[in-house]
């Protein structure tokens, strides 16, 4: 099984970690609200789960440019 964090703007993968068995809560997924489960955390049929985080790059051009904030889509 593998932990994947990847970028929800421009699809990098942050990092990922492989382990026999996770405890969502050691990752602290018991902190998110339902809405933000569903909106962050995808579970594959292989068993990996995939975390959607935001890089360093896309946090630096959304701190830049706030009315990249009100676009769906701010990466071409």
Same mark, same amino acid.
């Given at each position: 099984m593998a932990v $994947? #964090? !990847?970028? @929800?703007?421009?699809? !990098? !993968? $942050?990092?990922a970690f492989h382990q026999e068995a996770v +405890? *969502? +809560?050691?990752?602290g997924l018991d902190?998110? *609200? &339902? &809405? &933000? @489960?569903?909106d962050m955390v995808q579970m594959h049929e292989n068993g990996n789960i995939? $975390?959607?985080t935001i890089c360093e790059?896309?946090? +630096?051009?959304? &701190?830049?440019n706030p009315? #990249?904030?009100e676009l769906d889509n701010f990466i071409q």
């Open positions: $994947i #964090y !990847q970028c @929800r703007h421009c699809k !990098q !993968q $942050i990092g +405890d *969502t +809560d050691h990752l902190q998110l *609200t &339902e &809405e &933000e @489960r569903v995939e $975390i959607k790059n896309c946090q +630096d051009a959304l &701190e830049s009315h #990249y904030h």
